[in-house]
């Protein structure tokens, strides 16, 4: 059986957007919602069901970034909602980032305590263009010419 000290609840650490690094996850903010667009409604699986994503534009006193809500979040993402976004990840789009919170992430209204913030509209982290640059090492090919080196320098002593 778990340790009831173990098995507890962590205390959330919140995140600020400016914190924010492409290809991270498991994080929490605080954000208040600039603006929302609905920018793809189609129904899945017959009528009663549908898929429903909007781009929205979020931030804090840091930064803003692009939230891309799916379904039942789309509700809630309105302009001037403060909400909460637990374990979300930063999934990357056209070598930009997005903050989305997928099933295993959460979004919910922010608690009445949560002070109002204005949020710092000229540090758009979405703007921001990336670039996947993938060093390769070739190990077999260093080590050959070392060895192929002092192989040489024995024969000239011979």
């Given at each position: 059986m778990a340790d009831s000290k173990s098995a507890g609840l962590r205390k959330p650490?919140?995140?600020k957007v400016d914190q924010l690094r492409p290809g991270t996850s498991g994080h929490t903010l605080t954000v208040k919602v600039v603006d929302s667009k609905l920018v793809v409604q189609r129904p899945v699986n017959g009528p009663q069901r549908s898929l429903r994503?909007?781009?929205?534009?979020?931030g804090d006193e840091t930064g803003m970034i692009v939230f891309t809500a799916k379904n039942d979040q789309v509700d809630l993402m309105k302009a001037g909602v403060i909400v909460t976004v637990r374990n979300a990840k930063i999934d990357m789009y056209k070598g930009s980032m997005r903050l989305?919170?997928?099933?295993?992430?959460r979004v919910e209204k922010a608690a009445e305590d949560q002070a109002d913030f204005k949020v710092k509209e000229d540090n758009n982290l979405s703007l921001i263009e990336f670039e996947l640059?993938?060093?390769?090492e070739d190990q077999d090919n260093t080590n050959n010419n070392t060895n192929?080196?002092?192989?040489n320098d024995n024969n000239e002593s011979k």
């Open positions: 650490v919140f995140t994503i909007a781009e929205c534009l979020v989305a919170a997928d099933r295993w992430g640059v993938r060093i390769i192929d080196n002092s192989a």
